[in-house]
């Protein structure tokens, strides 16, 4: 159980356009998910914590305009990444919190942003 | 704000070596502490984790760590390591009370030669 899928897996866009990642929880309903960056050979770095039905809490230094996150359902969180820029190459990892205190964390498989 | 520190960021092993990756945090009150494997091309995976009891938690595929509170460590085990157990290993850290949210480490890359 508390399994979470991340789409896509790999995605190239173009300099100054927008991409879109999903996180959906398939088997429960996760009212607080994350967001995680990762770049290579370095830890994971959180980004934003995602609540159901209001508006992210960013971590000091990311961009809340640039990193949009949404998320509308129990099932579904989505970040947006918007003008994205070369800088922004990266591997974005959600997680979703389950369970009750002390949660139990899932984590989705990840998605590689290219931007050229 | 927490902090975890993992000391060891390569660490390359023989089949059937021991392991024990080391793990320490920065914080006093009360933590819950994870070990978290991602296998090359996988997502993150949870080993072990520890909240609260016996010190000792055993995880799957025959890792174990214990938790020291005064040496503020989570080190994680293996008895004898197998070239599949390469990966990079992560420690992870939530404050009861603190929001809930995963505090990482920087990992460690194992590398298991046959």
């Known amino acids: 159980g508390a399994v979470v899928s991340q789409h896509p897996s790999r995605v190239i866009c173009k300099s100054g356009t927008s991409v879109k990642i999903e996180c959906r929880s398939l088997d429960f309903q996760a009212t607080t998910m994350f967001w995680y960056r990762q770049f290579p050979k370095q830890s994971l770095m959180l980004m934003a914590t995602s609540n159901e039905g209001s508006k992210a809490t960013y971590e000091q230094g990311v961009e809340k305009d640039k990193f949009l996150i949404n998320h509308a359902s129990l099932t579904l969180s989505t970040l947006t990444v918007t003008s994205a820029h070369p800088e922004d190459s990266s591997f974005y990892i959600c997680s979703a919190r389950f369970g009750r205190v002390p949660y139990g964390y899932t984590f989705g498989s990840g998605t590689r942003l290219t931007v050229v | 704000a927490q902090s975890v520190s993992q000391h060891n960021h390569h660490v390359i092993l023989s089949e059937a070596a021991s392991l024990e990756l080391g793990c320490n945090y920065s914080y006093g009150g009360t933590v819950n502490l994870f070990w978290y494997v991602q296998y090359p091309g996988q997502h993150l995976q949870l080993l072990l984790k520890?909240?609260?009891?016996?010190?000792l938690v055993k995880g799957i595929k025959g890792f174990e760590a214990e938790f020291i509170k005064s040496k503020f460590s989570f080190n994680l085990r293996k008895p004898s390591v197998q070239w599949s157990d390469t990966a990079e290993y992560f420690c992870?850290?939530?404050?009861?009370?603190?929001?809930?949210?995963?505090?990482f480490g920087t990992g460690t890359q194992l590398k298991v030669e046959l």
């Open positions: 520890y909240f609260s009891g016996d010190p």
């Open positions: 992870a850290v939530t404050v009861t009370g603190g929001g809930n949210k995963l505090t």
